[in-house]
């Protein structure tokens, strides 16, 4: 089973489109935050963030179930939408309850 230290962190990207926008929201924080996507062999995934806009803000994480093409799946007995608030411990047993599925 796959958990929260198996993550392969990357900065939270800006749409170039829309950086102006974000700059205006959020003119004091630099940091967007990171992301980890991971696909298990189930056919579903998950998507795991921090930042300040994630649910819990830049010190906690959100997880979201993906679908067998990365998109969000919000129709699991796991989840129906981004669950946050989560330490590390949270997120490894989404994990494992996503891996389970």
């Known amino acids: 089973m796959f958990t929260f230290e198996d993550l392969q962190w990357r900065g939270r990207p800006v749409p170039p489109e829309e950086y102006h926008i974000w700059i205006k929201q959020y003119p004091k924080v630099p940091d967007l935050g990171v992301y980890a996507l991971m696909q298990f062999s189930n056919g579903y995934g998950v998507q795991v963030a921090r930042g300040p806009q994630t649910i819990g803000g830049p010190e906690l994480f959100e997880v979201r179930v993906l679908d ?32 389970s599925l």
Do not use: F, P, R, W
Request: with cysteine; aromatic share 6%.
């Open 68 to 99: 067998s093409e990365g998109k969000y799946c919000d129709t699991t007995s796991v989840a129906n939408g981004a669950v946050g608030n989560l330490n590390k411990a949270g997120v490894t047993s989404y994990m494992s309850q996503i891996q």
